[in-house]
């Protein structure tokens, strides 16, 4: 399958910590998005990172890409209780004119 | 900026039953797509256009799936006959040109599809 793996499928943390997730693919890729999906809602974009970039800031966002590992990961800082929410990563590739996302993790803020 | 539009936003249906979903892009977004969500997963692409013609469609399955995107404008997503297995969000998203090349998608809120 060309679709990303996110990791871990769930995390809890407490308010004010940071919180990673990653992302692994096993083809080449044009790009990798981020996107975020509150409970019962579509998805929203947050972040993409091109394959020559290899990190990208977004306010309390931080994305890495490393395409000799192929993974990414994504960093929030400060967590807050409305980060709460699932991220999913999309590999975008240019062979198959599209981009794929994975199964996502799950983050839940504790107060 | 209106979003992209979605209805009916829930559905409950009988198996073998028929059901349509409809998707307004947003404006002068040339490409518009239909993901499949199960819950717990992450979307899967059912098809995606490109204007009203198909970019890719591999993964629709076509014996009871169909979809179409007149005057390149909204869309319709149509399961006849449905089958339990099909109960999951229906999500249509468009962006300004191919995704794959770093074009941002815009989802809409999604159609939730149960069927009995």
């Known amino acids: 399958s060309q679709q990303g793996e996110e990791d871990p499928q769930a995390l809890s943390i407490q308010e004010g910590e940071n919180a990673t997730m990653n992302c692994s693919y096993k083809?080449?890729?044009?790009?990798l998005q981020w996107y975020r999906q509150n409970s019962g809602r579509g998805l929203v974009h947050l972040i993409l990172?091109?394959?020559?970039?290899r990190e990208k800031h977004s306010g309390r966002l931080r994305v890495t890409l490393d395409t000799s590992k192929k993974s990414s990961s994504l960093l929030i800082t400060a967590s807050r209780a409305a980060d709460t929410a699932s991220y999913f990563c999309?590999?975008?590739?240019?062979?198959?004119?599209?981009?794929?996302f994975g199964s996502g993790t799950r983050l839940s803020i504790r107060p | 900026e209106a979003g992209v539009a979605q209805s009916p936003r829930y559905k409950i249906i009988e198996k073998r039953q028929s059901v349509a979903f409809w998707c307004n892009p947003i404006?002068?977004?040339?490409?518009l797509y239909w993901y499949q969500q199960i819950l717990g997963q992450g979307p899967k692409l059912l098809i995606q256009?490109?204007?009203?013609?198909?970019?890719?469609d591999s993964q629709l399955p076509k014996d009871r799936f169909s979809a179409e995107r007149l005057k390149g404008v909204d869309s319709t997503l149509k399961i006849q006959p449905a089958k339990l297995e099909d109960s999951a969000v229906y999500l249509c998203?468009?962006?300004?040109?191919?995704?794959?090349?770093?074009?941002?998608?815009?989802f809409g809120e999604g159609s939730w599809l149960t069927v009995v």
């Open positions: 998203a468009s962006s300004l040109q191919h995704s794959f090349s770093g074009n941002t998608i815009y």
């Open positions: 083809t080449s890729i044009n790009n």
């Open positions: 990172i091109r394959s020559n970039e």
């Open positions: 999309a590999t975008g590739y240019s062979s198959a004119s599209k981009i794929i």
């Open positions: 404006s002068g977004h040339a490409t």
């Open positions: 256009f490109q204007n009203n013609g198909v970019v890719d």
